[in-house]
């Protein structure tokens, strides 16, 4: 995923309470259902997100997503 593509998610979330609720509830179905494309280990990290609130989540994509740097 790029970082558009992760932006364009978190925008949404922000702007879009239903998308949010839906998001933090089911992350890889609905952006399945969104029609968002994410490669594999993407697909992975999003079953594995567990927030509570858009800012939780965000800081969880950001670790788990981030080059790491080296």
């Known amino acids: 995923m790029s970082w558009k593509t ?3 998610i978190l925008s949404l979330a922000a702007i879009d309470p239903d998308f949010c609720q839906e ?3 089911d ?4 952006t399945q259902r969104y029609g968002f494309q994410l490669m594999d280990h993407e697909q992975q990290v999003m079953s594995r997100i567990q927030a509570t ?3 939780k989540l965000s800081q969880f994509l950001l670790e788990q997503l981030a080059p ?3």
């Not at 992350?27 to 609905?30: A, H, I, Q, V």
């Open 6 to 8: 992760l932006n364009e």
């Open 23 to 25: 998001f933090l509830a």
């Open 27 to 30: 992350p890889l179905s609905t």
């Open 53 to 55: 609130d858009l800012a």
């Open 68 to 70: 790491e740097e080296g």
